[in-house]
């Protein structure tokens, strides 16, 4: 599954998008983006996933680059219960199941 | 409420002992995955279970282990208990073996060893 890199740490204003980028250059053609995020110690909660087109849910949207080399989460009001750290998972479909997380981004709501 | 219950929520027990946590998965769902998240390290895949047969597996210890029943359930052995094993132990479940889908996980079992 190819490395993702995100930034340690965002702030975002309550009620302003927060926009959360991931990295993801070595991405190959069969490979999905995932976003999952973590509220303090709770256990995870999947977001949404893509792989090549723009994909868009209750929660959040997500926006892939053309190349694939990038992509973005956002959130399109926040509020102070997203604060939390999100994850951003490259994986192929037909791998193993499990999730490979990183660091992730902890993104703090702030009134 | 993502469908996937754990028990107990929380658990204290002394160096040495045994415990069992409990992951029941989201109707429908066949794999059932285990993940440790300790206070200096991220989310560790331990185990995947997949309809009743061990499908993958991560850094699980020795003196740990699991199993999935035929109601598919899985119940995930921590034996000979050190400080260290303190931590947080997530189920999470899914439909199929694979990447294909997302995964969705339990609240947790706070595990606290003394």
């Known amino acids: 599954d190819a490395k993702t890199t995100q930034p340690t740490s965002m702030d975002c204003a309550e009620g302003r998008a927060a926009n959360l980028p991931c990295n993801h250059s070595t991405i190959s053609g069969n490979e999905y983006v995932y976003w999952y995020r973590q509220i303090h110690s709770q256990g995870p909660q999947y977001i949404i996933h893509g792989l090549k087109n723009n994909e868009t849910n209750e929660m959040a949207s997500l926006i892939i680059t053309e190349d694939r080399k990038s992509s973005t989460l956002i959130l399109p009001h926040a509020t102070l219960r997203d604060t939390a750290v999100y994850y951003c998972i490259v994986r192929v479909a037909t791998s193993q199941g499990n999730l490979i997380f990183g660091k992730g981004t902890k993104l703090s709501v702030k009134p | 409420d993502s469908g996937v219950t754990q028990t107990p929520k929380h658990l204290i027990t002394a160096t040495g002992q045994r415990v069992t946590l409990r992951c029941s998965p989201r109707?429908?769902?066949?794999?059932v995955y285990w993940y440790q998240q300790s206070l200096d390290q991220g989310l560790q895949f331990l185990i995947q279970y997949y309809n009743g047969e061990e499908r993958a597996k991560g850094n699980i210890l020795e003196r740990f282990s699991a199993q999935q029943f035929p109601d598919l359930h899985s119940e995930l052995n921590l034996s000979s208990l050190e400080l260290g094993d303190s931590a947080l132990y997530f189920c999470?479940?899914?439909?199929?073996?694979?990447?294909?889908?997302?995964?969705?996980f339990g609240q947790g079992t706070r595990l606290t060893v003394v």
């Open positions: 999470a479940s899914s439909v199929g073996s694979t990447g294909s889908r997302e995964a969705f």
């Open positions: 109707s429908g769902d066949l794999s």
